[in-house]
């Protein structure tokens, strides 16, 4: 019994670090799209954008602009 619980939480383990690697790859090919492009879309944009989405209402997309420097 505690075999299987061992070996239950090490295949939970491995799956967390995978994960984890995964969402760590998504935000590193971000960023650099972010840096290549110089563009970004602020956060009260976007931010406003999904609570009206969430509401059930029209909302228009945001769209990236220049980075400040």
């Not at 295949?11 to 995964?22: G, L, N, Q, T, Y």
């Not at 944009?45 to 909302?59: F, I, V």
């Amino acid at each position: 019994m505690s075999h299987s619980f061992i070996l239950e939480a090490i295949a939970e383990k491995a799956e967390s670090v995978e994960r984890r690697a995964d969402f760590d790859a998504v935000a590193e090919q971000r960023d650099a799209g972010i840096v290549a492009s110089g563009k970004a879309i602020a956060w009260d944009d976007m931010r406003g954008y999904l609570e009206k989405r969430m509401a059930g209402e029209p909302a228009k997309r945001p769209t990236a602009r220049e980075l400040a420097r």
